[in-house]
């Protein structure tokens, strides 16, 4: 196999990422913006969603262990400061967002992450602890009429609310923690599509999308996929036939992929690899960064899953975080490493830092003294 253009291609596609990201790093919060446009406008502020981003991407790139001490202290408290202490949970100042059961799952666990992965810690209880948590994690059988509860005709958007409902069983006491993942799994292989591996409806890169978004509750517990060979060819038909209009759809199939584990014929491995190169390369922007969308930047990336000619009931509110213009995002910026590392593993390739990552810190610093 020979993946030699392919990889050179991509690595050549991070020409000035660095000097994006260093541009997106705010002194005052310690935290990060979502794009160039939220740095201008004074309605937006850094995020945790991006601040997080920003951490993965530094920590694929083994700059962990070289941040200076300031700047790790700087990372805890933009988290701590994030936590409210009556409920737990970890919230920007937008007063939407407490609103998007989604936006508060990731929330929570890119926070606790975040935390545990620099040395920190939350300075409050888990919702779960406060007693917080929704009615439902009270009793197995209103955690099922839940799920049950929850629209599938947008997959990507439905899945992402089942997975995010599942935050809580990670909180419990083990006994009911096991009990729970047994339930969630046994109900979870009930409404798979037998014949493609996937769950729900819509099109196949929102399928493959929510069947991703299934992955992080089968992940979080280190639990086997079920119908993984036919998941596979669902997204081999679907690299070969759809056009990929957001870079989640490039990353998905790919995480997906990496974590199956299937054993994938040499020239269908090439043919992925250059097809996601290829994909990612459309998305490049000229500020060095990479746009979640073909189009623009999607400026609330909270309802981008739902697509104009798509739909799903009971949409929570838009939290937006930068302007929706024709360039590089956090949301992008962070799936584009990720990608990068599971091609890599796929291929059996050592990966190494992308070149110019080195340099971060001397960027951030340079920052600081200009200002």
Avoid at 178 to 183: A, D, G, L, S, T
Wanted: contains cysteine; negative net charge; glycine residues 6%.
């Amino acid at each position: 196999m020979n993946f030699t253009n392919s990889f050179e291609k991509l690595d050549s596609l991070f020409d000035g990422f660095f000097e994006w990201l260093a541009g997106q790093y705010d002194p005052i919060t310690g935290g990060f913006y979502y794009a160039k446009s939220s740095i201008s406008d004074s309605s937006f502020t850094p995020d945790i969603e991006s601040t997080a981003q920003a951490l993965n991407i530094l920590s694929r790139n083994e700059l962990l262990t070289k941040m200076p001490v300031e700047l790790r202290a700087k990372f805890v408290s933009f988290f701590q400061n994030k936590q409210d202490p009556e409920t737990g949970y970890f919230l920007d100042e937008n007063p939407h967002m407490k609103d998007d059961e989604v936006m508060v799952s990731r929330a929570f666990n890119y926070s606790i992450n975040s935390l545990d992965r620099l040395g920190g810690s939350p300075l409050y209880p888990s919702p779960v602890e406060l007693n917080q948590a929704p009615h439902y994690v009270n009793s197995e059988e209103e955690y099922v009429k839940k799920w049950k509860s929850i629209s599938l005709v947008n997959s990507w958007r439905g899945c992402d609310l089942l997975a995010s409902s599942c935050m809580y069983i990670g909180q419990m006491e083990q006994e009911k923690q096991e009990k729970m993942i047994q339930i969630a799994e046994k109900y979870l292989e009930s409404i798979q599509d037998r014949q493609t591996g996937l769950w729900g409806e819509g099109s196949m890169y929102v399928r493959i999308s929510g069947t991703f978004k299934l992955h992080t509750f089968y992940h979080k517990f280190g639990l086997t996929m079920p119908r993984v060979e036919k998941m596979y060819q669902s997204i081999l038909h679907c690299l070969r036939t759809e056009t990929a209009k957001d870079m989640c759809y490039i990353r998905n199939p790919i995480d997906l992929l990496s974590y199956i584990n299937v054993e994938i014929p040499g020239h269908e491995l090439e043919e992925i690899v250059q097809i996601t190169v290829d994909n990612i390369e459309k998305l490049k922007r000229p500020d060095g960064g990479f746009s979640r969308e073909i189009d623009d930047s999607p400026s609330a990336p909270n309802v981008a899953q739902v697509k104009a000619d798509e739909f799903y009931p009971d949409m929570p509110v838009a939290v937006h975080l930068g302007k929706g213009l024709y360039e590089g995002d956090m949301n992008a910026g962070t799936q584009t490493t990720l990608i990068r590392l599971q091609l890599h593993k796929l291929a059996g390739k050592k990966v190494i830092p992308i070149n110019g990552s080195g340099r971060f810190y001397e960027l951030v610093e340079n920052r600081l003294q200009e200002k």
